[in-house]
């Protein structure tokens, strides 16, 4: 039997159709390289993308997670920019928006030289945020490529916090590529790993 667009039909895994269940946002998504540097997000829009972070779980509820956004050209945003590596710098500039990712390494009110959890839990809040992204039609791409401790200065971040990562959040460009392998996935994700 022919397809719809008149060719052969081909089988279908198990895997194709557990990829076609999952919601519309999860399956688009993917990380740009190249941003629409003429597109501006408002100060509105950054509100709701760190009310989705704020909504994230997080072990005893200890939200140990905070956040830095510096929109494009806004007071700070230079002295971010001045802060990354060569290899983020050319796209990340482009995007409207960089959202320094921090995690609270220390708990207040308790005895614990750190929190164990509060990566894992800064992660969440920054999944949270990018599937916000990526239902208002944005793009995100998380990086590390940046001088951790001349950031760490610029921003004045206490010893009992550390910037763990940048989210660069804007437009794909229109004509942004996709990199090799964006839709590929691992076969499995369980452990042991095959």
């Given amino acids: 039997?022919?397809?719809?667009?008149?060719?052969?039909?081909?089988?279908?895994?198990?895997?194709?159709?557990?990829?076609?269940?999952?919601?519309?946002?999860?399956?688009?998504r993917w990380s740009p390289r190249e941003f629409d540097d003429q597109h501006v997000l408002?100060?509105?829009?950054?509100?709701?993308?760190?009310?989705?972070?704020?909504?994230?779980p997080s072990a005893g509820n200890s939200q140990p997670w905070a956040f830095r956004p510096?929109?494009?050209?806004?007071?700070?945003?230079?002295g971010?920019?001045?802060?990354?590596?060569?290899?983020?710098?050319?796209?990340a500039r482009q995007a409207s928006l960089l959202m320094v990712n921090l995690s609270h390494v220390y708990v207040e009110g308790t005895d614990w030289q750190f929190s164990e959890f509060s990566v894992y839990d800064l992660g969440q809040a920054v999944a949270h945020m990018t599937i916000q992204a990526h239902s208002m039609g944005?793009?995100?791409?998380?990086?590390?490529?940046?001088?951790?401790?001349?950031?760490?200065r610029l921003l004045d971040v206490?010893?009992?916090?550390?910037?763990?990562?940048?989210?660069?959040?804007?437009m794909a460009a229109p004509v942004a590529p996709r990199d090799p392998g964006?839709?590929?996935?691992?076969?499995?994700?369980?452990?042991p790993r095959e």
């Avoid at 008149?6 to 194709?16: E, I, L, V």
């Avoid at 159709?17 to 399956?27: C, T």
């Avoid at 510096?70 to 230079?78: K, V």
């Avoid at 944005?138 to 760490?152: I, V």
């Fill in 42 to 56: 408002d100060p509105g829009q950054v509100e709701l993308l760190l009310e989705a972070a704020r909504w994230a």
């Fill in 138 to 152: 944005l793009a995100c791409r998380q990086f590390r490529a940046f001088d951790l401790e001349a950031l760490t």
């Fill in 1 to 28: 039997m022919d397809d719809a667009t008149g060719g052969p039909r081909t089988a279908r895994s198990p895997q194709d159709e557990v990829r076609d269940a999952l919601l519309p946002v999860l399956r688009r």
């Fill in 70 to 78: 510096a929109l494009r050209d806004a007071p700070g945003w230079r």
């Fill in 158 to 170: 206490p010893p009992h916090w550390q910037i763990t990562t940048i989210t660069a959040i804007g």
């Fill in 182 to 191: 964006t839709g590929v996935r691992v076969p499995s994700v369980t452990w």
């Fill in 80 to 91: 971010i920019v001045d802060c990354l590596a060569g290899s983020s710098r050319p796209w």
